[in-house]
């Protein structure tokens, strides 16, 4: 029975990450005024200041959502849609428990070949009707996280997304399907040899180049769509009604195509190969220098002050701009770390950087930002230009006192927007058409013109802006090409592209297209100095540098055609969802959504209070849980049953989180037991109920800026205690009423973003102080203070990390024995003293990234090391430390599940006192983390 609990939750877990993110209980900022417009199909829920974009979306998700639900047996149900228009990234998801969907629908400076919104809309679509047609009857207001927990088991991740992404290039224009950017890297990857398994193309690796599940599941999908384009709802048909058969997919993917998935996946890149030319006698070599142990990409290369700039990215280390040594076994000189991007940008003008971070408000984490910042290489010096603004791709004006950059306003209109770099004041706007979004600008060399990248709903373009004048004129003809990059090369324009389905740089000439790069698997990110072409070349390492002349380059010809997907039948179908459907956009009645109408939404039972958060102590129960859409109101409900104690407890919890505080009152009524004595007479066991009704209040914060994460914040909480049916009566010190004692805690966490390989912060400074008193208890007295403290430093290597952690506490009265901080390694060996303090030294480290299948059960991803040194009371103790520990832990997946991951744990700890229960012993964990 515990093993099936545990593998339940673990695929309720991995689901609540499916799509790109785990589902908090994150809100959107209280002065959000909600709309809504309600169809037949859906309710769409989106910010006031969204109501001239909603109707365009309304009608286009009655279009996708009847499309991507026509090839499966049941239509999609009702949904609720949410629009996160204020949260400036990039995504979308649809879950149960509650069942709704959300969609992040501000475009970005990241170059696609369609618009944003309706490729976003279009694939959770798919996700919609995949969630009706294999557990869409079981439903609230009971059977929602069930629901969950069994298309998590049934369908993998892979399966899913590959899908949703086949979708995206079956009904529109464009489409991943048709990026050969997204493809790349398995495209590399095949033509280099590189012969990675099943397991590592869907769980990843921290120390090899490898496309997400997404780019193998799409691939996948298309191969089965490619033998029967209604397969998919073939399969679907074939696993309902058998939700809880072991291995319900791989027996219904046997079934309906012949295959299991690894044999798919053996096919797949078999025909990929085929697809794009391999010939096994001749795989391309690719030699590149090894300058850094593992893959790293030095991504945007720029000339200035006598060097070449670039955006180093790799997994050792965070995001940083660097000054790239040509010379490969030298090393590069970094001049300031980046904070966190959409995309990786910057823009350099001689002496001066400009680059755009992701910002966050302090409380509210679906009110984002993107802000503009500065840095003088020659002064050292860097400023912000911006505070909550919504601006994308800063580029700097040749006169160097101005930065031009794009804006996105809430009702998804772009500007061009003027800053002034020494008062940081915008001085000028220019507002595009309506529907038309732009990215990428870059100037000319007077400043006087400027051209970037277009999109709208008739596909992508180069758009030329005459600033002195205001006007506007598109380069070329409307197209599903990917365009990145343009910059002005005198009055040409030179771009990155697809032509021909391989990123290349071109150029535009007085309308005339010509090819100047022949990369062998793509050439990225342009720019000029004087006749020296410095770009990107995507190689099996990431993305180099490299240079070219421009009057020695011999330019070819560009045949333009639009681009098509790598299997023919994916072009067979009418691309466009509205290919039937040229009806006019009606009027859609948009009303106000009451939140506090709609803050109580019962969808699951659930058998654990915690959310199975943790497996210690678990107990047998039942809770009814609520969920508003917003995320604003969360009720629930419950019993649970002790069987060690045999006592039950009945329990209630209202959490209310609209405004700054978290507020969550609570109230249980539950069985205890205990034992009294009397002289030196046997302990007399007894029992008795007690209600608890309790108030918590936390207000926490948490911001970026640059390459340092804060969190900090303060709670707060009392409660009032009531004993009753108490078996033995006239019982001397025991309470029966505890009348509202306080506990308060305030905290501050400085931490450095970790990079992908860090184990730990490079630096990290964490405070945190409690009190805990009795003021309002005549019969009771007691207080007890803490102070816990918690360091990180850079180890001796990369990666490795050192932890220094000292706490300290003094309790009195009733608290006499609260712990309140962390204990030593093997504390309860040791015989018992009152602990004032502890103090732990951790040093840890990676020893290797296997990237191990262990069959189709686990596939391990890191092994790391530890050893530790543990003191307690150290006003008292010799420099010997009271306990050391050293011990492994092993990272890895389970099956085809992509998170959570992992950690087996093991450890052997020496207690240094002679009077230890055991001086040696070992211990064993699991942990799991998303």
Known sequence: MKIKTLTTIILTINFHILFSQVFDQSQAHFNVKW??????????????????????????????????????????????????QNHIQQNGFVQLAPRKSELYSTPSAVADNQEWLPNLALHE??????????????????????????????????????????????????????????????????????????????????????????????????????????????????????????????????????????????????????????????????????????????LLPQYGNGT??????????????????????????????????IM??????????????????????????????????????????????????????????EILCIEVNLANQTSLVRLDIPSSKKVDSLLLPVGTHLQQPQFNASGTEVVAIAVSEKGTNLLHINLQDKSFSTLLDWSNIQIERPIFDKEDIIFKANYGNKDDIFRWSKGSLTRLTNSRFGAFNPSLQGDTL?????????????????????????????????????????????SDDDSDIRDYAIKEYNTLKNSINFHSLTLSGNDFESFDNLKPGIFWLSNDLLNTTNLKLGYEYDTDIRKSSYSASLTYQKYYPKITLSYTDKGQIGAAKSNNSPPIPFDWRERVMALDISIPFSKYRGNTIYSYGFNFGTSYLKRYRISLPNLQNFNDEIAFPLNYQIYFNKNSRRAIMDITPRWGQNVSFTLRHLPFESALTGTAWSVRTNFYFPGILLNHSLQLRYAMQSNTGRYTYTQDIPMIEGFSFVPYE?????????????????????????????????????????????????????????????????????????????????????????????????
Do not use: C
Request: hydrophobic letters at 35%.
């Open 35 to 84: 709309m809504q417009i309600t169809t037949d199909q859906f309710r769409l829920i989106f910010p006031k200041e969204f109501s001239s974009a909603a109707p365009q979306l309304v009608h286009n998700l009655e279009k996708y959502i009847k499309k991507t639900s026509s090839d499966l047996q049941r239509k999609s149900r009702f949904i609720n849609i949410i629009v996160q």
């Open 125 to 298: 679509s798919r996700h919609i009707a995949q969630f009706d047609n294999l557990t869409g009857k079981i439903r609230g207001p009971f059977g929602e996280q069930l629901a969950l927990a069994l298309f998590g088991l049934n369908l993998p991740s892979w399966y899913f997304e590959g899908d949703a992404v086949l979708q995206e290039t079956l009904f529109s224009e464009g489409g991943r399907g048709r990026l050969s950017s997204w493809q790349m890297p398995i495209r590399t990857d095949i033509l280099t040899g590189r012969s990675y398994d099943f397991n590592k193309y869907v769980h990843g690796s921290f120390k090899d180049i490898v496309p997400s599940f997404y780019t193998i599941g799409y691939f996948m999908n298309s191969e089965i769509y490619q033998k029967d384009p209604l397969i998919q709802g073939k399969i679907h048909h074939e696993m309902n009604g058998k939700l809880l058969r072991p291995f319900n997919f791989q027996r219904s993917l046997k079934k309906i195509y012949g295959h299991k998935a690894s044999d798919i996946f053996d096919l797949t890149m078999v025909n990929l190969g085929q697809k794009w030319g391999v010939d096994s006698l001749d795989l391309y070599t690719d030699n590149v220098p090894k300058r850094d142990k593992y893959p790293t990409s030095y």
């Open 308 to 341: 070449v700039y670039a955006l180093q990215d790799g997994p050792q280390k965070t995001t940083r701009i660097v000054q790239v040594n040509q010379d490969s076994t030298q090393k590069n000189k970094t001049i300031l770390t980046l904070g966190m991007q």
């Open 344 to 401: 990786p940008y910057f823009n350099l003008r001689d002496e001066l950087i400009t680059w755009d971070e992701y910002r966050k408000d302090a409380r509210f984490e679906k009110q984002t930002y993107n802000v503009i910042m500065l840095y003088d290489v020659l002064r050292k010096k860097k400023k912000q230009i911006s505070k909550n603004s919504r601006y994308y791709s800063p580029i700097i004006a040749p006169n160097k006192k």
């Open 534 to 578: 410095w770009y990107n070349d995507y190689t099996s390492q990431g993305y180099q540098v490299s240079s070219l002349s421009l009057s020695q380059i011999q330019e070819l010809p560009v045949k333009v055609e639009p681009i098509k997907a790598l299997y023919s039948k994916q072009d067979l179908r009418p691309h466009t969802a509205s």
């Open 834 to 930: 009152t602990i004032k303090n502890t103090l732990l030294f951790d040093y840890r480290l990676p020893t290797s990234y296997p990237d191990l299948s262990i069959g189709q059960f686990a596939y391990i991803k890191r092994i790391r090391a530890r050893i530790s040194a543990n003191y307690q009371n150290i006003h008292h103790t010799q420099l010997a430390p009271k306990s050391n520990s050293l011990g492994i832990d092993i990272d890895f997946n389970l099956f085809k599940y992509t998170l959570p991951l992992f950690t087996a744990s093991a450890r052997i700890t020496y207690i240094n006192d002679t009077n230890a229960q055991k001086q040696v012993f070992p211990a064993f964990g699991l942990n799991y983390n998303y």
